[in-house]
């Protein structure tokens, strides 16, 4: 089956600037989360969705990233004004729906750097 | 929320030694314990999991134990090859929590041939 699609693969924007990311999940999969990986550290999920409905945000700076997932399947990630610290590799996940499944499965990732 | 140490942060192992990784985790709550294996601007892969109601896990070369008295939980990679150079990270979750994602952050293997 097809994994889990992220583009760009690569931005580079300067400080101030806005950008947006997408994410294709696995046909089928309910769940979708955005994580920020910085580099040298574990990923922290930003934020999660079960179909189209926020599961959990709460580690999301809501002051200047926002995302959607607006007919359950693909989202949308975006960052505006972009900072220096918004430098990662964001990833997307997506998993099937249900009270037994675990298994995440992650995207190619977006590298963004803010310069 | 959850809490995940991962320790070490780097190893480096002989071609043939086992590579050893442990965690601890906070909430006692949690169910379920994924491993993934990072290479070098790829994506985490999944390599092996266990659920709190399981002591032991194993698939060839990899294994994971869990010991949820004392919340911790460790890989064991044997007969290391240089293709398990990588970065790998432990994470829990609780299902209470929406199946949320807790990783540690991460050890850098590297396997001298």
């Known amino acids: 089956e097809a994994g889990v699609a992220q583009s760009p693969r690569y931005k580079i924007i300067e400080k101030r600037q806005s950008v947006a990311f997408w994410c294709n999940p696995i046909?089928?999969?309910?769940?979708l989360y955005w994580y920020q990986q910085i580099l040298g550290q574990g990923p922290k999920l930003l934020i999660q969705?079960?179909?189209?409905?926020?599961?959990?945000d709460s580690q999301l700076p809501k002051d200047r990233f926002s995302a959607e997932r607006l007919k359950g399947v693909d989202s949308t990630l975006k960052i505006q004004p972009a900072k220096l610290e918004d430098s990662a590799v964001y990833l997307c996940?997506?998993?099937?729906?249900?009270?037994?499944?675990?298994?995440?499965?992650f995207g190619p990732g977006t590298r963004l750097t803010v310069t | 929320g959850e809490n995940v140490e991962q320790h070490p942060s780097t190893l480096s192992v002989q071609e043939g030694d086992s590579a050893v990784i442990k965690c601890t985790y906070s909430?006692?709550?949690?169910?379920?314990f994924p491993w993934y294996k990072q290479e070098l601007g790829k994506r985490p892969q999944l390599i092996i999991d266990?659920?709190?109601?399981?002591g032991e896990k194993k698939d060839q070369r990899i294994a994971v134990t869990l010991n949820k008295t004392a919340k911790h939980f460790s890989l064991h990679i044997t007969e290391t090859q240089p293709e398990d150079s990588a970065v790998y990270f432990c994470?829990?979750?609780?299902?209470?929590?929406?199946?949320?994602?807790?990783f540690g952050g991460g050890t850098r293997v590297l396997v001298k041939p």
């Open positions: 996940a997506s998993s099937l729906a249900g009270a037994n499944s675990y298994e995440q499965y």
């Open positions: 046909s089928g999969h309910a769940t």
């Open positions: 969705f079960q179909n189209n409905g926020v599961v959990d």
């Open positions: 909430d006692s709550a949690s169910n379920y």
């Open positions: 266990i659920r709190s109601n399981v």
């Open positions: 994470a829990a979750t609780l299902k209470a929590a929406g199946n949320k994602l807790t």
